[in-house]
Nanobody, 115 residues
Framework: QVQLVESGGGLVQVGGSLRLSCAAS????????MGWFRQAPGKQREFIAR???????NYADSMRGRFTISRDNAKNTMYLQMNNLKPEDTAVYYC?????????WGQGTQVTVSS
């Protein structure tokens, strides 16, 4: 059974940085496409970035430059490095693993950026 556990969220000031982690069990991060999404209160879930099984990466246009997705195959963990955080980055951040025909989601981790 695939399980994803996010961590690394918290309260940070404007301009600060956080690194989110998504630890996978039941499947390998290297063998599947994975991604990061976020959902702010009252808004739809929003795509941030995706890394394919081959390592190809794509970002939402609005996220490119401040956010970096990566993975550590040995630790079976995916990461999201977030820099120069802004109040509008406040949201619950989720990781997703694509294992056809299903998609698996973590429980989310809260990121709050204070001004």
């Amino acid at each position: 059974q695939v399980q994803l556990v996010e961590s690394g969220g918290g309260l940070v000031q404007v301009g600060g940085s956080l690194r989110l982690s998504c630890a996978a069990s039941g499947s390998s991060v290297s063998g599947n496409a994975m991604g990061w999404f976020r959902q702010a209160p009252g808004k739809q879930r929003e795509f941030i970035a995706r890394i394919s099984s081959s390592g190809s990466i794509n970002y939402a246009d609005s996220m490119r430059g401040r956010f970096t997705i990566s993975r550590d195959n040995a630790k079976n963990t995916m990461y999201l490095q977030m820099n120069n955080l802004k109040p509008e980055d406040t949201a619950v951040y989720y990781c997703k693993l694509e294992k056809w025909p299903r998609a698996y989601w973590g429980q989310g981790t809260q990121v709050t950026v204070s001004s």
